[in-house]
Nanobody, 122 residues
Framework: QVQLVESGGGSVQTGGSLRLSCVAS???????MAWFRQAPGKGREGVAA???????PYADAVKGRFTISKDNAKNTLYLQMNSLQPEDTALYYC?????????????????WGQGTQVTVSS
């Protein structure tokens, strides 16, 4: 059974940092994995992904501030978020197994975690 469990969310002030973790179980380490986020009243948007060839696309809004990484030995995906802004406030989701090459498209992914909340105050 595939499971993705996110953690690491919280409340920080503008300019702060958080590191999100997603522990994965029940599927191939070769799967593409990604982080998405959804703010209240908005659609789910891609934040960053790690493709099978090691590609790491980022959304323009987070380039230079967020870093995605993966520890295969621990089956864990990370998202280091620095210089957080109020517009980064959202529920952050981990996703796995992209069925197409659009790595930041939520419709591409088969498996999802429950999400972890990130709130950035000004």
């Amino acid at each position: 059974q595939v499971q993705l469990v996110e953690s690491g969310g919280g409340s920080v002030q503008t300019g702060g940092s958080l590191r999100l973790s997603c522990v994965a179980s029940g599927f191939s380490r070769a799967y593409t994995m990604a982080w998405f986020r959804q703010a209240p009243g908005k659609g789910r948007e891609g934040v960053a992904a790690i493709g099978g060839a090691g590609t790491t696309p980022y959304a323009d809004a987070v380039k230079g501030r967020f870093t995605i990484s993966k520890d295969n030995a621990k089956n864990t995906l990370y998202l280091q978020m620095n210089s957080l802004q109020p517009e980064d406030t959202a529920l952050y989701y981990c996703a796995a197994r992209a069925l197409a090459t659009r790595l930041l498209d939520p419709g591409t992914y088969s498996y999802w975690g429950q999400g972890t909340q990130v709130t950035v105050s000004s």
